[in-house]
Every structure is written in structure tokens, then in C-alpha cells.
């Protein structure tokens, strides 16, 4: 079973959108990740900044990248969850990180964190909605 017909498959929650959305709401959000995370790394590699910062945005990337294998890999929604609360969770601590030094790239967080809290109340509804 492929990615869309395992998630058509789940029972959703109210306001869940179409699969359809997810790909272009990710490209554009992956975009900004590429960008900001980029600066980030770039700066942790010229020494300007110490890897104890860097370090919730690798958290994040690997978490981000584990989540597809975990929801549809897996099958797993409550390791999805888990996973998903994880990248919610660093999203916060990067921009909180990010503000005092780097405004910008901490704006640019703000639409992934909207969609991250929003995938996870799907998650969240999703998980319940199918044990």
C-alpha cells in the first residue's frame, strides 16, 4: 500500500485536509528549512557559533526524516506521534535560539511551527482515532 492509500485509509479527524496539500505545503516549507538551517550549519562550521546550538536543528532534521518511515514505513502511529511531538518540540527551541541572534531566521520558523502544530494535532487525532 502506497503513501496516499495508507493515509486515505486512516480514520481522520475534523479538518484534516486532502493528501494532496502535504506536498505542497512541504515544498514550500522544506524551502525555508534549506535556507535557515542552512545559515545555521554554515555558521556552526565556520566556528561562529557552538555546536550545543546546532545541535536541536540536526535533532530536528532526523526526526523530520524518520517520520515518513514511522507513519507509513512502520505503520506506526504512536511512534509517529512521538516522533512528531519531537520535531514540534525543537521547532520551539530553534526559534528560541535563534531570536536573540538571527530575527530573521527565526521568522522564517514561524509557518514550519504552524504546520508542525498542526500536523500534530492530526497526528494526535489520527493516533486516537485508529488503535
Known amino acids: 500500500m502506497d503513501q496516499q492509500s495508507y493515509y486515505l485509509s486512516q480514520k481522520m479527524p475534523p479538518l484534516a485536509p486532502p493528501s494532496w496539500i502535504f506536498g505542497v505545503v512541504w515544498s514550500f516549507l522544506y524551502l525555508l528549512i534549506i535556507i535557515s538551517y542552512g545559515m545555521v550549519f554554515y555558521k556552526w562550521s565556520r566556528g561562529e557559533i557552538a555546536f550545543v546550538f546546532a545541535l536541536p536543528f540536526i535533532v530536528n532534521l532526523v526526526a523530520n526524516l524518520v517520520f515518513t518511515y514511522l507513519q507509513f514505513g512502520l505503520k506506526n502511529n504512536v511512534l509517529a506521534l512521538i516522533d512528531i511531538l519531537i520535531i514540534l518540540i525543537t521547532i520551539i527551541v530553534t526559534i528560541v535560539l535563534l531570536w536573540p541572534h538571527f ?16 500536523a500534530t494535532y492530526l497526528q494526535i487525532g489520527i493516533t486516537i482515532l485508529n488503535r
Do not use: E, N
Not at 103 to 118: C, D, G, H, N, S
Open 103 to 118: 530575527r530573521t531566521l527565526a521568522y522564517m520558523q514561524i509557518p514550519y511551527l504552524i504546520w508542525v502544530a498542526f
